[in-house]
């Protein structure tokens, strides 16, 4: 047996132990039984885990994923559905209703009139599985990573207004929501005018409650700035610490980092009592953000000095003694990780945040 070998056969058997027998999940300590979804992208591990076994239903399958977080004790999924036949949307939901979980799509926006078919595909499938909420993105990258001139972030930028142009008549025909993350790209007044240009009750945003840190912005205003207009949101806890550059930015465990939960998630449902929660617990070493650099300052540069003074004082006043670190582990201890990150933040968003 060669390491590759080895390495697999240890992981798959871990998985076998802790994961992938829904029977052998139900007689391990299950969490109590939360509200809280979960998010697709919780999973980077176990997803190359399937691939690397050759399971013929893959782990990002939606209904592979449903039972999945069923047996952790989620109250619903987000995950990308695809175009799936009539029979399939429908299997999809009764599984969904009979758990008494719910679920929302994820797709990504008309790249342009000829691709407004294939949103319109994707659009039907998750309502036909019972979706009410598809989760966007206008953006695929980090805006500071992405891209090293003014002028091309806003060339993109554009393109990104028209391609949420072209979806709103589809989601405003089907009567879904379609709701926009603020995913490390668009800043609060940018995504305000985006979506106030729309003009739309069909689009909204997706509150990711960590992500706009990395743009400098103060995580408990962006929720109550987004709260208004939030139709679906991605419960995050994060940990930060400095380094030469600027800061680190970790997700952590729903409890360890520094954001105050309770306060967003009320502050969310004074605005929309029904909204849901899905968790987006990605485990992995922390992310660079390299605001002391140029290249960072690139497509901001009209971002207030006071913003980048306010973010420091914040790192520094809540840095971590040490940000989670995961590559330098062996894979069956990655996939081992990611999934007790996730039970952790089911259990405590059943036991602290109502959620």
Not at 199 to 213: K, M, Y
Request: proline share 5%.
């Amino acid at each position: 047996m060669n390491r590759r070998e080895m390495l697999l056969s240890s992981a798959a058997g871990l998985a076998a132990a802790a994961v992938s027998a829904p029977e052998r999940l139900a007689a391990a300590a299950p969490a109590p039984r939360t509200r809280l979804g979960v998010v697709i992208h919780s999973f980077v591990f176990r997803p190359r885990l399937d691939r690397e076994a050759g399971r013929s239903a893959p782990f990002g399958d939606p209904l592979s994923f449903l039972e999945y977080c069923h047996q952790l004790g989620a109250g619903g999924i987000q995950v990308g559905l695809g175009v799936k036949d009539d029979a399939y949307a429908a299997r999809l939901r009764r599984q969904a209703e009979t758990h008494g979980m719910f679920v929302e799509g994820s797709a990504g926006l008309p790249r342009g009139p000829d691709d407004v078919e294939r949103f319109a595909a994707e659009v039907r499938t998750a309502q036909q599985a019972g979706a009410t909420v598809i989760r966007t993105v206008m953006m695929p990258g980090r805006r500071y990573e992405q891209f090293e001139a003014a002028d091309r972030f806003r060339q993109t930028a554009d393109r990104a207004r028209q391609s949420l142009e072209l979806a709103e008549p589809v989601v405003r025909r089907q009567g879904m929501r379609l709701a926009v993350e603020n995913h490390k790209d668009w800043r609060v007044p940018e995504m305000l005018q985006i979506i106030q240009r729309i003009a739309s009750q069909h689009v909204g945003i997706c509150v990711d409650t960590g992500n706009s840190i990395a743009l400098l912005e103060d995580p408990m205003e962006v929720v109550r700035a987004y709260a208004p207009w939030a139709m679906s949101v991605h419960l995050k806890d994060m940990a930060v610490r400095e380094y030469e550059q600027g800061f680190l930015l970790s997700e952590v465990p729903l409890g360890e980092g520094f954001l105050d939960l309770l306060q967003m998630v009320k502050t969310l449902r004074q605005s929309r009592a029904d909204i849901r929660f899905a968790l987006e617990m990605i485990t992995r070493d922390p992310l660079a953000v390299p605001c002391l650099t140029e290249k960072y300052w690139a497509t901001l540069g009209e971002v207030p000095g006071r913003d980048l003074a306010r973010t420091l004082r914040l790192v520094r006043a809540k840095a971590a003694q040490e940000l989670p670190r995961v590559s330098h582990l062996p894979f069956a201890q990655q996939v081992a990780r990611e999934e007790e990150n996730v039970r952790r933040c089911l259990r405590y968003a059943a036991e602290r945040l109502g959620v």
